[in-house]
């Protein structure tokens, strides 16, 4: 079993619809959770970063963590064409950035 | 800044050749990450170095992979001899500190025929 598992999708949504982005883990250990957005051709960028559990919102975006249920999202409301990227959570024990990736979630907001 | 400047962008090479991929890091970073990205395993952790000191290498998959860092502004990855499984996208990214926001490059394609 993977550390971190995410669905790979495609996701394809309308221009101002509300996207859930999701990802499970299986390591209890894991206290930093964080989104990545990649656009193609590009190397990640730092999205989101949340330590432990709850909730974080910035702007459009909203991150949560359920550290129970080993279960991490990532909403974006309003969603815009220029979120259509591929979006990656990844999970740290320890804050050092050794991270473990999903394997990304690619999304289209088509206008 | 320009950020974490990678070279080449696309490299085709045989089987069998020496593959040698370079990093520049962000001016004062003293963190710098070597990921491999594929669509089957995602990004995964090759190596890292705090003060160009490797502290990690649990992830270099096999001998054929090396990495150096002589110093704080220069690292390479080398593959030799690469094989086509080494086929993938090489991601360097560098840090202040090693909890600090990662900053990654734009990746290096690598294709082994």
């Known amino acids: 079993q993977k550390e971190v598992e995410q669905d790979p999708g495609p996701l394809s949504v309308p221009e101002g619809a509300i996207v859930s982005l999701n990802c499970t883990y299986s390591n209890s250990a894991f206290q930093y959770f964080m989104w990545y957005r990649q656009y193609s051709r590009k190397g990640p960028e730092l999205l989101m970063y949340t330590y432990s559990s709850g909730n974080k919102e910035d702007g459009r975006f909203t991150a949560q963590v359920d550290k129970s249920s080993k279960y991490i999202s990532l909403f974006i409301r309003d969603s815009q064409p220029s979120d259509s990227a591929t979006y990656l959570c990844a999970l740290d024990q320890t804050g050092a950035n050794n991270l473990f990736f999903g394997t990304g979630t690619r999304l289209t907001v088509i206008p | 800044d320009a950020g974490v400047i990678q070279s080449p962008r696309h490299e085709v090479t045989e089987m069998g050749q020496e593959v040698t991929l370079r990093c520049k890091p962000i001016s004062g970073h003293n963190s710098l990450f070597w990921y491999r990205q594929t669509m089957m395993r995602g990004l995964e952790l090759l190596i890292y170095f705090n003060n160009n000191v490797p502290i990690d290498d649990s992830g270099m998959p096999e001998d054929r992979f090396s990495a150096k860092m002589p110093n704080a502004s220069f690292s390479t990855l080398k593959i030799q001899p690469s094989e086509p499984r080494d086929s993938a996208v090489y991601f360097c990214?560098?840090?202040?500190?090693?909890?600090?926001?990662?900053?990654f490059g734009s990746g290096t394609q690598l294709s082994v025929l």
């Open positions: 990214a560098s840090s202040l500190g090693t909890n600090e926001k990662l900053f």
